[in-house]
């Protein structure tokens, strides 16, 4: 079925160069030895060297990890127990405004959100900083992490929990104990899909954070408006490679669980003498 | 009917005085405005082995499901052991359950999901380790213990879910349908088994079943349910002996129906129920009106099949062999009577099939005894 074929093998190398061309010239322009951005200069590490030593960013960058970590854990807590409400807790009054208010913010405009989070914090007086922003991404990456789980709950037979039940459980423990194992991999991609969001977010962040803290995207904005500095490509390089190592890492670790958990398998399938 | 042998029949629905450990007290669920359970009163005694048989969607899930506290009480009340259960949650219960759908945790091995019971219970280690092998042992598992659920075969998953809710050794346990995906072999053991464990133990069983060869081996005794209401709660001989409506008659077993018109005479009834053809003598205690229409039901098995005409058989009716069903140990022939009607007789294969008696197109003759069908009515 693998043939060869000239437009086949066209159509993937544009479609791989429209996605990642910017990136490949992102990544070389970060060595560039020049000032100037267009100017190819000949290969140097320098930026990566300035990069190191400048406080900003790397506050930047600080505040956007414990942001993203606090945030998504936080929503992903949340947006576990939203849907385990939604889905188990049969109706009640006000269930459908209640999902429907959870989803809101899923087909809310940013600014929207930004904006009436940032009259909020204004209006119950809170000092906008590191905390606001975290307060901001979790309100909205929960929603998502929401939806990511209770599309698993809802395929999660029901009588799991009541055979946990049964057995002594008492609701708590049957959640803990049988529940949360299982669905495990929605809630762990609802995190990961709620701290992806939280790195992503600028527009939000704009309007929530203070003068005391900024995220990365924010300060990346900013200097850019002034001019594309080398120094902002190699610190764009770095935040690819760090996806890169990461998904890579990810892919491994769920590959090596998956011969893992083959090898367990053929172990159980031999016959005990 | 029961004789009266105190010391070896168990049989504490016949002692006004036993205290029963279930208690249904004109109990009806509704799911929206569908019954589903019907002003329901039952008493099951300790120690029963008490099986559930009716058609599917009749609710015998949802009788279970209200015992073990997972479908609330529409109107009446439920005692266990003298305690109203409506206040006490699951897993206050002393009761397990088998799910009809198994509901094997897919994360957990197969030990420890029969373990998983007696963790929760505080067991220490080496009881729970003794108590799960046993399990394993019993249910012939013992190969399979490391494999999860999805490794294993639908008959063992069913093994399983048996053995996970044996290990706690609950005062009351609810079987929903557990043997049903089983071979007659192992089947036929697991039914022995349960009694063996019920005798042991002393657990009260509940169990549903579509297997009516089931019920009746296993079970002390048996109600037969019909859209959310009980038809009759009896042993299985009266069951199949006496049945009360000719529901029940036709759910348990084969049966030949007859309808006519009584004629009483003193201790007998002789029953008109086609023209031309002699009527039916039966014998009965209850009083019937002249005329009043009734169903005459008989057993297959009860009727003899003869070539010639029995010299001295209360009811005996001659026809032609229509159809023979072979079954191994018996045969069923289907015999048309003049009048159109089939009559099912059944006879066991005593010789082989070379020297059997009858053929196809045969004329023969049906014959039975004035004790051995009941009179139902309509
Ligand atoms: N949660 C529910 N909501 C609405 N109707 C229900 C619900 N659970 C059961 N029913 C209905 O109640 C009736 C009895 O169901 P139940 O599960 O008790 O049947 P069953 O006797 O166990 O049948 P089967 O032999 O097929 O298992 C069925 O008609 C079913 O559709
Ligand atoms: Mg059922």
Redesign the interface.
Known sequence: MRRFSWFNATSLTLGFAFLYMPMIILVIYSFNASKLVTVWGGFSTRWYGTLIRNEAFLDAAWVTLQVGVVSSTVATILGTMAAQVMVRAGRFPGRTLFSGMIYAPLVMPEVITGLSLLLLFIGIGLDRGIFTIILAHTTFSMCYVSVVVSSRLVAFDRALEEAALDLGCTHFEAFRLVTLPIIAPAVISGWLLAFTLSLDDLVIASFTAGPSATTLPMKIWSSVRLGVSPEINALSTLMIAVVTIGVVTASLLSKRASIRRQQEEREAFQVTP | MAQPKPQTVFAPWTDPDAKPLIRFRNVTKRFGDFTAIDDLTLDIYEKEFFALLGPSGCGKTTMMRML???ESITEGTIELAGQDIAPV???KRA???M?Q?Y?????L?VWDNIA??LR??GMEKDRMNTRVEEMLRLTRL???A???PH?ISGGQRQRVALA?SLA?APKLLLLDEPLGALDAKLRQDTQFELMDIQEKTGTTFVIVTHDQEEAMTVASRVAVMDEGRLMQVDTPAEIYEQPATTYVADFIGDVNLMKGNADPKEGFVLLDWAPNQPQIKAETSKNFAAGQELHYAIRPEKIAITAEKPAEAPNALQGKVLDIAYLGNISTYHVELPGGQIVKAQTANTRRLANRGFTWEDEVWLSWTATAGVLLES
Do not use: D, I, T
Request: proline share 10%; hydrophobic share 35%; charged share 30%.
């Open positions: 073990a506290g997972f949650p699951p897993n009761v397990n359950m799910f759908s509901a094997l945790f897919p994360h091995s998983f019971g929760r219970e013992e190969r399979f490391k494999r999860k490794q996970r706690k």
